[in-house]
């Protein structure tokens, strides 16, 4: 893919999840654990306030602390460019962090509808222990929305199903780990541990609306391996707060960014 260098070039991508699902602790893992030489892909922040969203997750990040949620109505613009070390390939992400309750049905801005409605590629963040009714409560609200505004823009398309590329992200997934054998198969066949692991029944949902939607199993904080053991990276302090443990590497972080990019520029 051409590098795109201009302003008109940048690929607008949506995060979407509801609160504490993991929208901000990803965001910031994206950077922190790619500038490391290791891996494909470089990830940037290219303006201001995405250095200063870093410069804050750093904080938390070398405490091994999560940062708190993020305060509803405030709004992170994050800027991040992703560089391809082995392709050359280059692609300018504007990600916007919300708040997750702006994402609570009756709160739903017009502001995040917009953003969600205009963008190119969007990544959904379901939050796997969260209940099955809410996870689907939640999913299904924003796919009908998505398609009354779609069929109210567009009323004559011929396929009624979005066609955008969709990365369905199950975070926190270092939950569903229990063996070696899933962290493997997390890790090299993340689409199709997720649907043999549909514990929440979305599936049919998503195959409803969309028709490029693929499935990513993330986790920003990984897991443990120890003597063949799989092992929590996470422990709650003597206040009872939830913090990171050294030892684990977060897995899948880059894949679903690179999926989508990968899919824009095939369409494109
Ligand atoms: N086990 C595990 N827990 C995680 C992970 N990512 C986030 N968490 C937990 O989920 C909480 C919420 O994560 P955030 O990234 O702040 O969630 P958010 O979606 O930005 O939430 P809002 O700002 O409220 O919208 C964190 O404080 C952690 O307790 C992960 O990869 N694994
Ligand atoms: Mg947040």
Redesign the pocket.
Known sequence: MAAPESEDSVIPLAIW???????????AQLHLETHDGQGDWDVYPTHADSLKFIDQMQEYHLNNE?????SVGLTEQIAYEFCNRETGAKALLTLE???????EHETLHNDARNRINTALGLVL?I?P?RDKRHIQSQLSHLLRLMHTDRRASQPQAANPKDQRPIAVCI?????LIDSPADYRRACQAPDAFVRENDHWDITPLLERFCANYHFFP?????VGLHHGVIE???FYDESFN?RIKTKGK?FNLMIPFAWLIGQLATNS
């Open positions: 999840g509801p609160s504490a699902s993991g929208k901000t602790v990803l965001m999560f940062p708190p949620a993020t962090d919300r708040g997750g309750k702006d994402f963040m939050d222990t975070s926190k997934a270092d939950c993330v986790s920003s904080v990984g929590a990276n996470t939830l977060p």
